[in-house]
């Protein structure tokens, strides 16, 4: 077993230094390290690796199903469309230049919750030029916009790493999410506090811009839903979700909704249901490697070793100490996926000291969604191509402003562990 255990230990540390592809990574190395500890390749052995692989396809993969059905037909229709819009439109009514930063930031953190990628370059297009004009510097802006993916990974449905977690407890879509949005949402309430103070103190109006021509970027077809009905099926779905009815089959009731609502034959919206799906390539080839990296890793005895090791510190305050580790995973590795390397061992670890499993899904996944934009501003998605089009972006000015914000949201994390 100790080969086993070093080879797993050597996929975990090329992992973490991000010098492979995460998921073939976890993939070749969890098989290379069952094969060393003497697990057959085929056969009816429990331990095969073909048994293992299956019992990867943890059932929140189902979940995650159903979720995407749902925004299949939610974007086809254009509903997610004007919840969207509507979300933009609030910011820009209520808060001037610095409340359509946050709401377009915010509306990207709903597409990435709800969908396997968050682009907040998306509404920054939009968005990002308009909140320019009217006073909001551009690093601010292209700052506030690009944080979406720290709520998004927070409270989301599809991101591999929170999956693997959620696979790993046993916890359920529904309050685990409500409690990720509430550890995150600080962010942008200090971000847009400090953007519009900011702006006061530079001599800066910051107005009702309900009517100001230069927000009319923000527009709608004709056709267009109400917003009434366009959020009813969104809400009818969260409210299931805390009813404890089956995610997939909520899902799949709240698209036939939506199907309904809109008017669309049952062969188009199925079309527009299957649409969603096809979003899932990613998602589902990394929690299935993360899921079988974790049953090897525990397999193979190397959540044991360290258990033994690391029970006596993590005795002292177990879901705090998670907390740490996650939150200096993302610092380290500046990558929510790649944090899955370090977080899950000691996922495994604390479900062995038999604590309470939402509180270890919440320090798993808040620590490293957060504090993966801490030093460059995130991955590709976040802040590198938020600034290409926020004219006039100095990206490490911007990632340096975005900063406070991100620790903001990491201490009203820290606080609620403790709670939960």
Known sequence: MLTAQIIMLLTLLVMILGRAP??????????????????????????????????????????MLGVLLFIGIMQKTGFLN?????????????????????????????????????????????????????????????????????????????HPTMLA????????????????????????????????????????????NANNSDTEDFVLPDDAPSFTKAVFPFLALCIAFFMGVPVFIVGFICSILVIIMAKYTLADGE????????????????IIS??????????????????????????????????????IAGLITQSNAASAAIILPFVQILMGMNLDPMAISFAAIMGAAIMQLFLTGGALTALPVVAGVVPGTNQKLANKWERPALLVGIGVSFILSFII
């Open 165 to 208: 977690i959620l696979g790993l407890t046993g916890v359920s879509f529904g309050l685990i999410n409500v409690w990720g949005f509430v550890g995150s949402i600080g962010i942008y309430v200090f971000a847009y506090w400090r953007a519009k103070r900011e702006m006061i103190a530079e001599g800066h109006y910051v107005c009702d």
């Open 271 to 286: 079309k527009a249901m299957i649409s969603g799906v096809t979003q899932i390539a990613i998602p589902i080839v990394a």
């Open 22 to 63: 995460l998921y073939i990574t976890a993939t070749i190395g969890s098989t290379l390290a069952a094969i060393a500890a003497g697990f057959p390749l085929i056969g009816k052995d429990p331990n095969s690796i073909g048994k293992l692989l299956v019992s990867a396809m943890n059932p929140v993969i189902i979940d």
């Open 82 to 158: 004007v919840i969207i819009y509507k979300i933009m439109e609030v910011g820009k009514q209520k808060g001037g230049a610095p409340g359509i930063a946050t709401a377009a930031g915010l509306a990207a953190a709903l597409l990435g919750a709800l969908t396997a990628f968050t682009q907040p370059v998306i509404t920054a297009t939009i968005a990002g030029p308009a909140a320019t004009r009217l006073g909001l510097h551009p690093n601010k802006t292209s700052a506030i916009i690009s944080m979406a993916n720290t709520v998004a990974n927070s409270c989301g449905f599809t």
């Open 290 to 327: 993360l899921m079988f990296m974790s049953v090897v890793i525990n397999k193979i005895g190397l959540v044991s070793v360290l258990s033994e090791y690391l029970k006596p510190f993590l005795a002292i305050a177990p879901i705090q100490i998670l907390f740490i580790i996650s939150t």
